[in-house]
């Protein structure tokens, strides 16, 4: 009963979170993101100021937070140990894309991508988010980053798969999302380190 009861306040949690983040971004896309408040958020949301707070600490969160992280390395840990670094971060990156694209998820993350890429705090607060999830990456690897040398490889090849992504996320929000975000990816990544960098299977 714990665990089922665990489980409603977390669905709960989210769905919650998730519709505070669509109105915020709805708003933001129509009045523009300096012009929308947290109360206006609020409102829309149909919950108190309070409520948007406790689960967006900013304002620049209500657009740039989101599970990519969690989904990547969960990805990661997945992947069989002691693969290519590249191979292992790439074909992460391309699965968690795939999620974040369904139909549920798909209009809402280009919505926050177009923001992102044309609201100055948001490009900047996005930095942030990059590193974070570098360091998501590199907790996943595990072993595989556990001693100096092999923690520099691991940091350098997620931030060059980073670099490709953002350029990918770039590429689709500019484009309307008309692409398919997971093969933008694979293209970007195979630009920088090759045809073979994600596998064959991709």
Known sequence: MIDQNSTLRARRRAQTRRTIQTHAVRLFSE??????????????????PMTVYRHFATKEDLVLVDQHGELVAERIVASPAGGPLVRRIGGALIDAATVLT?????R???????LMISTPALRARHLDNQYALQQA???????????????????????????ALHTALVRWAEDDGRTDLPHLIGKALAAVFGDDAIGPAR
Do not use: K
């Open 102 to 106: 369904g139909d549920a998820n798909r």
């Open 31 to 48: 009045r523009g993101y300096d012009a929308t408040t947290m109360n206006d958020v609020a409102e829309a949301a149909g919950v108190s």
């Open 108 to 114: 809402l993350l280009l919505a926050r991508l177009q």
């Open 137 to 163: 990456i590199i907790g996943a690897l595990g072993d595989d980053a556990a001693d100096p040398d092999t923690a520099f490889q691991a940091q350098a090849a997620a931030s060059a798969c980073l670099a």
